[in-house]
């Protein structure tokens, strides 16, 4: 290695700076909402919350858990984002191993009209129509069906099922194993790094989900964490609701803190699995970036 | 013929492909035909088959409406910003990231600037409504302390477009650098040794070699970028819009949700659905016929 040169190293420096804030933009807002959701009343309106809480209270938490809505929107959304992920995988799997298999009939004709629908689609209304006409409105089918394959995530998993070479179908074959046989026997565990990103990109999908909640689902007892949290930010009479609030307790508790509390209920389970995210969904893209 | 051992292969593989067959046919290409409503006057009673044929009435409906103008002027308008200014902040990044030595603040420096992908616009928009607030908002705290003045900056056109594009950077930029930093980890890394000894800068050296390295996948960005063009997400707008910025907030999407699921409009907001989706198509074959000249087409 050589002597880098003055102008290198002053560069080297101004990158990683650089690289440093930017950084720390990304992540200090989380931790502004953090100490909002528990400083007190009077810290917040005096303006003196930062990066740590102030006149550290859980009062936001307690009062949005004394109230079943948010617990039931929780589990509504883990519910959707459990059952979500299985159904996606399974057709997932089921459509990329065929497609994978040279010997498939018409294996072009069908990878062609599937790619196409990421180029063109009937757009918003149609789709509302169809589940409307299916009856799937105001239920999960309605979140969980239209969405079940991703024609990128097949992609991804198609291009990985490519690269298992051809001996070990082989040898499946001698032994008298058929399709299935290869798929489960020797696909499947071969791929469980493939799955397991292809699950996560799926699940955070799910757990996200807002707009086809918006627009499906309206009984307020099956809304989702996203949509309850959207309802408090927007609505101080919703979130007087959600939180059984009377206008005495927001003389100690501000609707920021309850907001950010909202926020973070949603985020920590994302944060839980952002380890696992980060190594594997890299690993998925880089897979999907190879050409298949 | 039927005995071939190709055709008893494929009798599984087809018991396997059927239910995807019928997602697709069902939920991807039968929306694709219902877009016949946006010719039709859609109504329940009648279904789509039975409503009567309008032929072009909503479009010349949705085109001599005066607010249909500014719709489509703030589609253009936000969409264009957000790829001018938004596309190459990941291509900077990646540069940036890539050109970081030691490998335990590159992998620090990656794990936060991924993290705003992974949070959807509720939360997102939730942050920047907390954040921006002319009450309460720390921006506003500290502007007061700096110049005893708040500023609403969500409730100016000026300042709420450049919340909105930077919101959209910020939540996006990390996580589209992914794909060039993976371009950039299969550079030939005699080209920078090479480079170093005929005395070029770190800064021309990323100028010289990174940056045409991954100009092939620049241009496949560029092209799917460019299809959706007449895309504005709504999530994003949704959360961050407000009466005050409703004349240069309200995109397509957000008026098909208003006038098509809640108005019941159904006939008119698909017409509008139809424009765009052909408008991307058309789009994104140009874009990519362009590209293939240049020898970095996407198919």
């Given at each position: 290695?050589m002597?880098?040169?003055?102008g290198?190293?002053?560069f080297?420096?101004?990158?990683?700076i650089?690289?440093?804030?930017f950084?720390?933009?990304?992540?200090?807002?989380?931790?502004?909402?953090?100490?909002?959701?528990f400083?007190?009343?009077?810290?917040i309106?005096?303006?003196?919350?930062g990066?740590?809480?102030?006149?550290?209270?859980i009062q936001?938490?307690e009062?949005?858990?004394?109230?079943s809505?948010?617990?039931?929107?929780f589990?509504?959304?883990?519910?959707?984002?459990i059952?979500?992920?299985?159904?996606?995988?399974?057709?997932?799997i089921l459509?990329?191993?065929?497609l994978?298999?040279?010997?498939m009939?018409?294996?072009?004709?069908?990878?062609?009209?599937?790619?196409?629908?990421?180029?063109?689609?009937?757009?918003?209304?149609?789709?509302?129509?169809?589940?409307?006409?299916?009856?799937?409105?105001?239920t999960?089918?309605a979140?969980?069906l239209?969405?079940l394959?991703?024609?990128?995530n097949?992609l991804v998993?198609?291009?990985?099922?490519l690269?298992i070479?051809?001996e070990?179908?082989e040898s499946?074959r001698?032994d008298?194993?058929?399709?299935?046989t290869v798929?489960?026997?020797?696909?499947?565990?071969?791929?469980?790094p493939?799955?397991?990103a292809l699950g996560?990109?799926?699940?955070?999908g799910?757990?996200?989900?807002?707009f086809n909640?918006?627009?499906?689902?309206?009984?307020?007892?099956?809304?989702?964490?996203?949509?309850?949290v959207?309802?408090?930010?927007?609505?101080?009479?919703?979130?007087?609701?959600?939180?059984?609030?009377?206008?005495?307790?927001?003389?100690?508790?501000?609707?920021?803190?309850?907001?950010?509390?909202?926020?973070?209920?949603?985020?920590?389970?994302?944060?839980?699995?952002?380890?696992?995210?980060?190594?594997y969904?890299?690993?998925?893209?880089?897979?999907?970036?190879?050409?298949? | 013929?039927?005995k071939s051992?190709r055709?008893?292969?494929n009798?599984?593989l087809?018991?396997?492909f059927?239910?995807?067959?019928?997602?697709?046919?069902?939920f991807?290409?039968?929306?694709?035909?219902?877009?016949?409503?946006?010719?039709?006057?859609?109504?329940?009673?009648?279904?789509?088959?039975?409503?009567?044929?309008v032929?072009?009435?909503h479009?010349?409906?949705l085109?001599t409406n005066?607010?249909?103008l500014?719709?489509?002027?703030?589609?253009?308008?936000?969409?264009?910003?957000?790829?001018?200014?938004?596309?190459?902040?990941?291509?900077?990044?990646a540069?940036?990231i890539?050109?970081?030595?030691?490998?335990?603040?590159?992998?620090?420096?990656?794990?936060?600037v991924?993290?705003?992908?992974f949070?959807?616009?509720?939360i997102?928009?939730?942050?920047?409504?907390?954040i921006?607030?002319?009450?309460?908002?720390i921006?506003?705290?500290?502007?007061?302390?700096?110049?005893?003045?708040?500023?609403?900056?969500?409730?100016?056109?000026?300042?709420?477009?450049?919340?909105?594009?930077?919101?959209?950077?910020?939540?996006?930029?990390g996580?589209g650098?992914?794909?060039?930093?993976?371009?950039?980890?299969g550079?030939?890394?005699?080209?920078y040794e090479?480079?170093?000894?005929?005395?070029?800068?770190?800064?021309?050296?990323?100028?010289?070699?990174s940056?045409?390295?991954?100009?092939?996948?620049?241009?496949?960005i560029?092209?799917?970028?460019?299809?959706?063009?007449?895309?504005?997400?709504?999530?994003?707008?949704y959360?961050?819009?407000?009466?005050?910025?409703?004349?240069i907030?309200?995109v397509?999407?957000?008026?098909?949700?208003r006038?098509?699921?809640?108005?019941?409009r159904?006939?008119?907001?698909?017409?509008?659905g139809?424009?765009?989706?052909?408008?991307?198509?058309?789009?994104?074959?140009?874009?990519?016929?362009?590209?293939?000249?240049?020898?970095?087409?996407?198919?």
């Amino acid at each position: 290695m050589m002597r880098e040169s003055q102008g290198d190293k002053t560069f080297g420096v101004v990158n990683n700076i650089l690289l440093l804030l930017f950084s720390l933009s990304c992540l200090l807002p989380m931790v502004h909402l953090i100490a909002l959701s528990f400083s007190s009343q009077s810290a917040i309106v005096s303006g003196q919350v930062g990066l740590w809480p102030v006149g550290s209270t859980i009062q936001a938490y307690e009062k949005l858990f004394e109230n079943s809505r948010i617990l039931t929107a929780f589990k509504n959304s883990v519910i959707i984002t459990i059952v979500g992920v299985a159904l996606n995988l399974l057709f997932t799997i089921l459509c990329s191993f065929p497609l994978s298999r040279s010997y498939m009939y018409g294996r072009r004709f069908f990878t062609l009209a599937i790619v196409f629908t990421m180029l063109f689609s009937g757009g918003l209304i149609p789709g509302y129509l169809l589940v409307k006409s299916l009856g799937l409105v105001d239920t999960y089918g309605a979140i969980w069906l239209p969405g079940l394959v991703s024609v990128y995530n097949m992609l991804v998993m198609r291009t990985f099922f490519l690269g298992i070479p051809e001996e070990l179908v082989e040898s499946a074959r001698m032994d008298g194993g058929g399709e299935w046989t290869v798929l489960f026997r020797i696909f499947l565990p071969l791929s469980l790094p493939v799955i397991a990103a292809l699950g996560l990109f799926y699940g955070v999908g799910h757990w996200n989900a807002f707009f086809n909640m918006l627009i499906f689902i309206h009984s307020p007892d099956k809304h989702n964490l996203a949509v309850m949290v959207q309802q408090m930010i927007m609505s101080q009479s919703i979130m007087q609701e959600i939180g059984n609030l009377s206008p005495e307790d927001f003389k100690t508790i501000t609707p920021e803190s309850i907001k950010s509390a909202g926020i973070i209920v949603m985020v920590v389970p994302m944060l839980l699995v952002y380890p696992f995210l980060q190594k594997y969904f890299i690993k998925g893209m880089l897979i999907g970036a190879v050409k298949g | 013929m039927f005995k071939s051992r190709r055709f008893q292969y494929n009798i599984p593989l087809f018991i396997m492909f059927a239910p995807i067959i019928a997602y697709f046919l069902i939920f991807k290409f039968a929306p694709m035909g219902g877009l016949v409503i946006a010719f039709k006057n859609y109504n329940f009673t009648d279904g789509i088959w039975g409503s009567a044929w309008v032929g072009l009435d909503h479009f010349h409906t949705l085109f001599t409406n005066p607010n249909m103008l500014n719709i489509l002027r703030n589609t253009l308008v936000l969409s264009f910003l957000q790829l001018v200014l938004g596309f190459p902040f990941p291509i900077l990044l990646a540069l940036m990231i890539n050109e970081i030595r030691r490998s335990w603040f590159k992998k620090t420096v990656q794990t936060a600037v991924f993290f705003p992908h992974f949070l959807n616009w509720v939360i997102v928009g939730g942050i920047v409504i907390t954040i921006f607030s002319q009450e309460t908002g720390i921006v506003n705290n500290i502007m007061r302390w700096l110049t005893g003045d708040s500023y609403p900056y969500l409730y100016n056109t000026g300042s709420w477009l450049a919340i909105f594009i930077g919101s959209g950077i910020w939540k996006s930029a990390g996580w589209g650098a992914i794909i060039y930093l993976a371009a950039l980890a299969g550079v030939d890394q005699s080209l920078y040794e090479a480079a170093g000894l005929d005395g070029a800068s770190r800064l021309r050296q990323m100028w010289h070699i990174s940056l045409p390295s991954i100009r092939p996948v620049i241009f496949i960005i560029l092209i799917l970028s460019i299809g959706s063009i007449m895309e504005v997400g709504f999530d994003q707008v949704y959360m961050l819009q407000n009466s005050a910025v409703s004349q240069i907030a309200d995109v397509i999407s957000t008026w098909n949700y208003r006038v098509g699921i809640t108005g019941g409009r159904f006939s008119l907001a698909a017409a509008l659905g139809f424009f765009e989706s052909i408008i991307g198509l058309i789009l994104v074959l140009t874009a990519n016929s362009i590209a293939r000249r240049f020898n970095n087409g996407l198919w």
